[in-house]
């Protein structure tokens, strides 16, 4: 079998087309999954991504960056490469890559996840005949509740905070996570009141006409009295910091995947953990590996060994790659401009 993709020191690389997908050192020509830094960094010269990553690109790596981007779908060719990107449902604007090369199609799937959450897009499973999937949750012990009932959760658990005199705190990542906190928790608050690094990403959101709800940015200058009856919003680089003894007397809640696991939220110093991910469950994974009808898989980032061997012992061609992907959200590592304001 031809290899479309090979895995190099700098990533995952395109013979025919002459590019890397992710890649973690600078090259010439990136195409990029999502906006994640893990997946989109710094120093390349020219990137190529989603149309909806276009904006969220440009916010973290700045708006002088050479960037072209593409409609789920849209084929374009580099060399004897057709590539083009379609929904991976991890986060808005985030795609698998589809990569053509004579006949053989291999998919890089960067994150993704297979429950629509409303506001990142309905994942859609691709025929090839090599899948590189992610594995972040690739044990059997991490099955996700839907999304609504972890939702209800919140609901309820920001109604007892209220009762017991207490303002509500959540820690999500400020790409991705927070918009999908807000978004399908409008209406059970008064107002989202949010920290800078979400702020920003929402702003340029809004900007290119998502619909989400307005937030209100936290400052030193906002009253206490907005606390009561608000969902306050953090990334977790905040967590134990100054900045949030302003919110006393508050519960906080951590929305992470690794809730799944008995004793996460304690030892996070958290009142409550809410297992929500923007990854595929084992389940998911699973699932989309038979749906793309591959003859052989290549697993990154994650329990890679776990579901490799397990694809190897049910008769499917599997292959642990070592990359440098992983680390945003569901390990709470925040970029630098992140920090908390002073």
Same mark, same amino acid.
């Given at each position: 079998?031809q290899?479309?993709?090979?895995f190099?020191d700098?990533?995952?690389?395109?013979?025919?087309?002459?590019?890397?997908?992710?890649?973690?050192?600078?090259?010439?020509?990136?195409?990029?999954?999502?906006?994640?830094?893990?997946?989109?960094?710094?120093?390349?010269?020219?990137?190529?991504?989603?149309?909806?990553?276009?904006? !969220? +690109?440009?916010?973290? =790596? #700045? &708006?002088?960056?050479?960037?072209?981007?593409?409609?789920? /779908?849209?084929?374009? *060719?580099f060399?004897?490469?057709?590539v083009?990107?379609h929904?991976?449902?991890?986060?808005?604007?985030?795609?698998?890559?589809?990569v053509a090369v004579?006949?053989q199609t291999?998919?890089a799937?960067?994150?993704?996840?297979?429950?629509?959450?409303?506001?990142?897009?309905?994942?859609?499973?691709?025929?090839?005949?090599?899948f590189?999937?992610?594995?972040?949750?690739?044990?059997?012990?991490?099955?996700?509740?839907?999304?609504?009932?972890?939702?209800?959760?919140?609901?309820?658990w920001?109604?007892?905070?209220?009762?017991?005199?207490?303002?509500?705190? !959540? +820690?999500?990542?400020? =790409? #991705? &996570?927070?918009?999908?906190?807000?978004?399908?928790?409008? /209406?059970?608050?008064? *107002?989202?009141l949010v920290h800078?690094?979400?702020?920003?990403?929402?702003?340029?959101?809004?900007?290119h006409?998502?619909?989400?709800p307005?937030?209100e940015?936290?400052?030193?200058?906002?009253?206490?009295?907005?606390?009561?009856?608000?969902?306050?919003?953090?990334?977790?680089s905040?967590?134990?910091?100054?900045?949030?003894?302003?919110?006393?007397?508050?519960?906080?809640?951590?929305?992470?995947?690794?809730?799944?696991?008995?004793?996460?939220?304690?030892?996070?110093?958290?009142?409550?953990?809410?297992?929500i991910?923007?990854?595929?469950?084992?389940?998911? +994974?699973?699932q989309t590996?038979?749906?793309?009808?591959?003859?052989?898989?290549?697993?990154?980032?994650?329990?890679?060994?776990?579901?490799a061997?397990?694809?190897?012992?049910?008769?499917?061609?599997?292959?642990?790659?070592?990359?440098?992907?992983?680390g945003?959200?569901?390990?709470?590592?925040?970029?630098?401009e992140e920090?908390?304001?002073?």
């Amino acid at each position: 079998m031809q290899a479309v993709l090979t895995f190099t020191d700098s990533g995952i690389y395109c013979p025919a087309g002459d590019f890397y997908i992710d890649p973690w050192k600078p090259v010439p020509r990136a195409v990029i999954t999502h906006a994640h830094a893990d997946h989109a960094r710094w120093g390349n010269r020219h990137y190529l991504c989603t149309k909806d990553s276009v904006p !969220l +690109l440009q916010l973290r =790596l #700045g &708006k002088d960056i050479s960037v072209q981007g593409l409609s789920y /779908g849209e084929t374009l *060719r580099f060399n004897s490469a057709r590539v083009s990107f379609h929904p991976a449902g991890h986060m808005i604007g985030s795609a698998q890559v589809k990569v053509a090369v004579d006949g053989q199609t291999w998919v890089a799937s960067g994150d993704y996840k297979t429950e629509n959450d409303g506001i990142s897009g309905a994942f859609e499973p691709v025929k090839c005949h090599v899948f590189i999937t992610e594995s972040t949750f690739g044990l059997p012990i991490y099955h996700w509740k839907t999304q609504q009932q972890v939702m209800s959760d919140i609901q309820a658990w920001i109604y007892e905070n209220r009762q017991a005199g207490k303002n509500s705190v !959540l +820690l999500a990542y400020s =790409l #991705g &996570k927070a918009q999908r906190l807000i978004y399908n928790l409008r /209406g059970v608050v008064e *107002r989202f009141l949010v920290h800078g690094a979400i702020y920003n990403a929402h702003e340029a959101l809004l900007q290119h006409g998502w619909p989400l709800p307005p937030v209100e940015l936290i400052t030193p200058n906002t009253p206490k009295e907005h606390f009561a009856g608000s969902l306050i919003i953090s990334p977790p680089s905040a967590a134990d910091s100054a900045w949030m003894r302003k919110f006393s007397p508050y519960a906080l809640g951590v929305c992470s995947g690794w809730m799944q696991v008995r004793g996460n939220a304690r030892r996070q110093n958290a009142d409550a953990g809410f297992a929500i991910s923007d990854h595929a469950d084992w389940q998911g +994974l699973l699932q989309t590996i038979r749906q793309t009808g591959a003859e052989k898989v290549y697993v990154t980032h994650g329990f890679s060994s776990v579901l490799a061997r397990y694809l190897q012992e049910n008769g499917l061609p599997a292959e642990e790659v070592r990359t440098a992907y992983g680390g945003e959200e569901e390990t709470a590592v925040e970029t630098r401009e992140e920090a908390p304001p002073a």
